[in-house]
């Protein structure tokens, strides 16, 4: 049994206050794009996990074995074999981790037949991280808290191409969020996200971009280079360090390649 585990980009993103437990009070949009890592479970005498084009080690701090021994705690499931197929950069902002592990827990729902609701899956998922949830529902959906409230929100970009750079610059999310300081928002995510997709440019932003952009000028560069190159909107994702822009369409981008791994849309 196989899944296309798919990324997210991070449509705005605002650090709201840092909680008692030190994790952070957000709001974002997030939004599913077609850039795939690959999970598949198959029979086995005993737990395995094997990962391709990766240097991840597959220990038990891997996501999808997380998922299993979560699962395993209130449910009777034998040994699996779990293949793994990393394509989504890592420590990119694009929630690879996150998507591998609500794959896996999609995955072991049907393959052992467990019959969990989409809100049991969403429970587990929030149990493995804060991006995992949205995974489950896996459509453009608004973000409260520390990321797993989750409400549907009518975004569709499928009449454009988002195309995803990401520099040889790993963010870990806990340091991106060491170093931001929350704010009171001056515009409403939720209304700007209406605005005729031209005016994002001036309205949605991701409130890492401040401290990560003076840490790590490139990125920044990178979101400007994506405007010149024609991007309708361009910004950081998530934690970083990867830059989305999205495009009507994808002539003359060649040059993107030279500031870091350029990941076109995969219509599978
Ligand atoms: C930056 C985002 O990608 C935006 O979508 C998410 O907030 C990060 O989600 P994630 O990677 O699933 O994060 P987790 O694995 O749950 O947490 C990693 C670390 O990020 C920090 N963290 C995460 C989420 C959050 N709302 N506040 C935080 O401060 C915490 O230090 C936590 O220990
Ligand atoms: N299956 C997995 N794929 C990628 N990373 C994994 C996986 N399992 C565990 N990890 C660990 O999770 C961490 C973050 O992974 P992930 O790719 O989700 O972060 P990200 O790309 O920064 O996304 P985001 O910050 O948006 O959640 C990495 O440090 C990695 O070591």
């Known amino acids: 049994m196989l899944k296309f585990a798919n990324a997210k980009i991070n449509l705005g993103l605002h650090i709201l206050s840092k909680r008692e437990d030190g994790y952070h009070e957000l709001e974002t949009i997030f939004y599913p794009v077609k850039i795939y890592d690959v999970v598949e479970i198959l029979p086995s005498e005993k737990l395995e996990l094997k990962i391709w084009n990766s240097d991840l080690i597959a220990d038990d701090q891997n996501l999808c074995l997380k998922a299993y021994y ?70 453009a959906m608004y973000a409260q ?23 040889d610059i790993h963010i870990s999310t ?43 000028p490139v990125i920044g560069d990178i979101k400007a280079k994506l405007y010149e190159k024609g991007a309708i909107y361009a910004s950081m994702s998530g934690s970083g360090s990867s830059v989305f822009g999205i495009f009507e369409n994808l002539e003359g981008l060649e040059e993107l390649n030279k500031y870091g791994k350029v990941y076109l849309p995969v219509n599978l």
């Open 70 to 139: 979560l699962l395993k705690q209130d449910h009777h499931i034998d040994p699996v074999k779990i293949h793994l197929l990393k394509n989504i950069p890592i420590g990119a902002g694009l929630g690879g981790g996150s998507s591998d592990a609500s794959s896996t827990l999609e995955l072991l729902n049907n393959y052992f037949k467990l019959n969990l609701s989409k809100n049991q899956l969403k429970s587990y998922a929030a149990q493995l991280g804060a991006d995992c949830p949205f995974f489950i529902d896996n459509q």
């Open 145 to 167: 808290g520390i990321g797993t409230e989750l409400s549907e929100i009518d975004v569709d970009l499928s009449a454009y191409q988002i195309v995803v750079i990401k520099p």
């Open 174 to 216: 806990a340091e991106a969020y060491r170093n931001v300081s929350p704010m009171t928002p001056s515009v409403n995510l939720k209304e700007a996200i209406r605005l005729p997709i031209q005016e994002w440019k001036y309205q949605i932003i991701n409130d890492f971009e401040i401290s990560l952009f003076d840490r790590y």
